[in-house]
């Protein structure tokens, strides 16, 4: 089994006033664009996120079928999102996908799993950092490290990672599959409208059926 948990615990304090991950990228709220690309490759999808936010999540995915991890405390840090999110599902390995990267490509995720088999995760290296909110972790073996580096104060994903067998996936291979966009993540306004320039053009679109606007 394979879930994807996607994080949207955050509060966009870079975008500002408003939910980054309902914003609206060309006509579909970013975190649906999310949740349509992986759910082509994965069996269950899990989201992340704060109480107050589930109604509008909800209303933004609409018909597609997610379980909602809701944080017991807000504001715990990715980490804490990521063993909140893991804790709702059940699957052996699961893709962990921030909210706020609209352009995730789902071959690549699948190319993740596959290299994450036999190892506790598959971690992508891309512009010279680790990418733990875009990779994917055998539950069992990241639930346990994420309470552990919890216990220890830490916040931060990578915190978690020197107790995993990892597999880095190094940017040789991003770029031989020319999936360097997958990483593109959304903080600001002007990086939200790169973002949407990115489906004007052209951007490989979700799967048939499923691109629908907000309603
Ligand atoms: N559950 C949970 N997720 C978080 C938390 N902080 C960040 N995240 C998630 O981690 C991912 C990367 O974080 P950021 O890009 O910094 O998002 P953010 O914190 O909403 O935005 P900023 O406030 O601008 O940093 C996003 O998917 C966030 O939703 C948190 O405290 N709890
Ligand atoms: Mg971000």
Redo the contacts with the bound molecule.
């Keep these: 089994m394979r879930a994807g948990v996607?994080?949207?615990?955050?509060?966009?304090?870079?975008?500002g006033e408003a939910?980054?991950?309902l914003a609206d990228v060309d006509g579909v709220p970013m975190i649906r664009r999310v949740a349509t690309r992986l759910d082509g490759v994965v069996d269950e999808l899990v989201v992340?996120?704060?109480a107050a936010q589930v109604e509008e999540i909800e209303r933004a995915l609409s018909e597609i079928a997610v379980e909602f991890a809701v944080?017991p405390e807000?504001?715990?840090?990715?980490l804490?999102?990521?063993r909140?999110?893991l804790a709702a599902t059940d699957a052996a390995y699961a893709a962990v996908?921030?909210?706020?990267?609209p352009l995730v490509d789902p071959g690549f995720v699948s190319f993740l799993f596959d290299r994450a088999a036999g190892h506790d995760a598959a971690i992508p290296r891309w512009e010279g950092r680790l990418q733990p909110?875009h990779a994917v972790y055998r539950r069992a073996a990241m639930a346990e490290a994420a309470a552990r580096a919890l216990s220890n104060d830490e916040?931060r994903l990578v915190s978690a990672l020197s107790a995993l067998d990892h597999v880095v996936v190094e940017e040789s291979t991003v770029r031989e599959r020319d999936a360097g966009k997958t990483f593109t993540?959304?903080?600001?306004r002007e990086e939200l409208r790169r973002v949407a320039a990115e489906f004007e053009n052209g951007a490989p679109s979700e799967p048939h059926g499923s691109d629908g606007a907000t309603r």
């Design positions: 996607i994080l949207a615990g955050g509060y966009s304090t870079r975008f939910d980054k991950t992340n996120c704060r944080d807000p504001d715990g840090g990715p804490a999102g990521v909140t999110g996908v921030a909210a706020d990267m909110t916040r993540n959304v903080n600001t």
